[in-house]
């Protein structure tokens, strides 16, 4: 177990034997209560987070929130069927066939795909996905809870930094559409990594350095984008740190150099081939995914937004349009009580050095989100921030800026975490007369009727509008019962509606039969024409019968764009020139989409009459032996 005393930094004055006597008791009772408090903590977390996507329930196989989660579940379902069927996980034509795509470019979580493999191989991809959606929530805050009680001695104080950080803005707003993002365990843990691994007095840097190293491997595999910009924001803060404590910065570079080279040989030797595949791998764009990335709006740190219950309607409507209505994306709120309270705790508690630095650190993480140039209101003014200069650096150009409120969301947690345990120790002690608590001293009722009426308020803020809207998944049963079995593993499927990013349910159908088949389109960031980063799929010959399709599938515009055709001789016998070409042996005619009758009429002029009607779907089995026969006068 490690010595309390050697963890728990702070900047008070005071000896150091005392000091250290002091957290080392603390340590001893904190022990004695170990069990209970912690299982207590977890078991709190895990009880709100039901209430997240309520009435679905963790593991859940039949209910989903419609977005990229339905992407996640084909995600989910790759990882392990790749793995157990030889296939390379990080790029594949299982979907956008021929033309294939690099999931080491899309957030594909092949780490989160793996430790749901069981539920995902027994009962279904969509449970897994549910499961994990319930877990990134307690996981992030209990992350943070155990972070924190090394730097606090109160584990109510830990309790609420673990929730502030765990159930924060930006993880509440990613968890509606982007598990990746807001599983979040990990940062808090390679940051405790970082500071151990370098701290002047650790005995321990090599043990900590190779920590370090398997928790950035791991967290790339759940998002390369939380890895890199963990470790960007962790540069920052030790840039911080060595202004601040500049005497200390030799000590540090001489105990931890061992163990940072050990993380180091750790992340290369792991990731040097997914990143190889990143840069240079098959079926792959080039160039940012999301060019011109997303910025926060300077107004967002106190603005509330949809996402919040209690906010004020007229406000949270002004919040909610904030980056251009992108509300997925919008979670760098703060609010006015949380930012009242953090400057009362950086007054009341400045002697604590790391409180300082947590206050420096907030404040720095507010400012990068911003971007490159500030915005205000939606509008972007001419005024340069410090990202003009870090959007430089590698891989900066895929960062989508808005996210760094992850690390404001951490550093505002320890500082309050701090600040808490602060004010409650003065409280139990007033026997000390440093000046800086004095008048807290003097009048500890009014201190602890404001701080608690702030505290409230801020609860109040930043309490989620939960429950999530979820609905009943749709997936026809012809894809989880045995008829699926009829299409020939590994074959060319053509499903209606046609898979895209505005058709997502067709690939999470995929998902649940088991990756049975390859798709023809799909949705993911895959190379365009130009070979530059796209939302939709290849642009496949003969293109009028992807426009039929995909029109009659969405009622909305043709990808590609161009006039519709109509259904007719010429367009089946392109039909039949699309399937030949592009191998397709089955095709499927599905009720959903916009208008499935047209699509399945045009199916039927090229084809005859499905193979196989199980009630939703029609089947056309072996198309490649019969495109060319029948009676349809199809020029040669």
């Not at 027994?122 to 009680?149: K, T």
């Not at 090599?206 to 960007?232: D, K």
């Not at 400012?367 to 891989?395: C, E, K, M, Y």
């Not at 960031?525 to 939709?536: E, I, P």
Request: aromatic share 10%; glycine share 8%.
């Amino acid at each position: 177990m490690i010595r309390t005393e050697s963890v728990v930094p702070d900047g008070n004055a005071g000896g150091a034997a005392g000091v250290g006597a002091k957290h080392s008791n603390s340590h001893r009772r904190r022990t004695s209560g170990l069990p209970w408090r912690v299982l207590t903590a977890v078991l709190i977390y895990a009880a709100i987070a039901l209430i997240a996507n309520w009435p679905t329930w963790p593991g859940d196989p039949n209910r989903i929130r419609a977005g990229d989660l339905e992407q996640m579940v084909w995600f989910l379902a790759w990882t392990p069927y790749a793995i157990l069927h030889h296939h390379n996980v990080l790029y594949t034509t299982w979907i956008n066939y021929p033309r294939g795509i690099n999931l080491a470019q899309n957030t594909s979580s092949p780490l989160l795909g793996i430790l749901s493999a069981p539920l995902t191989l027994l009962v279904s991809p969509i449970a897994s996905l549910n499961l994990l959606l319930w877990l990134a929530f307690p996981l992030s805050a209990s992350s943070m809870f155990f972070v924190l009680r090394r730097w606090v001695r109160w584990d109510l104080a830990a309790f609420v930094g673990g929730a502030l950080y765990g159930f924060s803005p930006y993880v509440v707003t990613q968890g509606f559409d982007h598990l990746n993002l807001a599983f979040v365990p990990l940062p808090p843990l390679i940051l405790l990594a970082i500071y151990e691994t370098l701290r002047p007095d650790s005995n321990s840097a090599g043990r900590w350095g190779i920590a370090l190293g398997l928790l950035v491997v791991a967290q790339f595999f759940i998002s390369p984008e939380i890895a890199a910009t963990t470790v960007l924001v962790a540069g920052v803060a030790l840039v911080v740190l060595a202004v601040a404590r500049p005497h200390l910065m030799l000590p540090s570079i001489h105990r931890g150099l061992p163990g940072l080279v050990l993380s180091v040989a750790i992340v290369g030797i792991c990731l040097a081939y997914p990143i190889s595949v990143m840069l240079a791998g098959p079926y792959r764009f080039h160039g940012p995914a999301y060019p011109g990335g997303v910025s926060a709006d300077l107004l967002g740190t106190l603005a509330p937004t949809a996402m919040q219950r209690f906010a004020p309607g007229g406000l949270s409507m002004q919040g909610s349009r904030l980056l251009f209505g992108n509300i997925s994306e919008n979670g760098s709120y703060l609010g006015l009580p949380l930012l009242a309270l953090l400057v009362v705790v950086l007054v009341r508690c400045r002697r604590r050095s790391w409180i300082r630095f947590a206050a420096s650190m907030v404040a720095i993480t507010v400012i990068l989100s911003l971007g490159s140039h500030l915005i205000v209101a939606n509008h972007r003014t001419p005024i340069p921030l410090p990202w003009d200069l870090l959007q430089h650096l590698p891989f900066a150009d895929d960062v989508i800026v808005v996210r760094l409120s992850l690390y404001t969301a951490l550093f505002a947690s320890l500082m309050i975490a701090l600040g808490i345990d602060e004010l409650h120790t003065r409280w139990k002690d007033r026997s000390r007369s440093i000046g800086a608590v004095t008048q807290f001293q003097r009048h500890p009722l009014a201190w602890g009727w404001a701080l608690g009426v702030l505290a409230v308020a801020s609860v109040l803020s930043l309490v989620p509008s939960w429950p999530f809207p979820t609905a009943p998944a749709e997936v026809p049963s012809y894809f989880s019962g045995l008829a699926v079995d009829r299409i020939p593993p590994g074959s060319v499927a053509l499903i209606s509606p046609y898979p895209s990013v505005a058709e997502l349910q067709p690939q999470m159908w995929q998902a649940v039969a088991g990756m049975r088949f390859r798709i023809i389109g799909g949705y993911g960031l895959v190379a365009d024409a130009a070979g530059t980063s796209s939302n939709f799929p290849a642009v496949l010959q003969p293109e009028d019968v992807q426009r039929f399709l995909w029109n009659n599938a969405t009622g909305g515009t043709p990808y590609p764009l161009g006039t519709v055709p109509q259904n007719s001789t010429r367009l089946a016998c392109q039909l039949r020139v699309f399937l030949k070409t592009h191998h397709v042996d089955t095709v499927i005619s599905t009720t959903s989409g916009a208008e499935p009758q047209r699509i399945r009429a045009l199916f039927e002029r090229a084809l005859g009459q499905p193979s196989g009607n199980h009630g939703a779907v029609n089947v056309w089995y072996g198309v490649q032996n019969d495109v060319w026969r029948g009676s349809l006068p199809c020029p040669s």
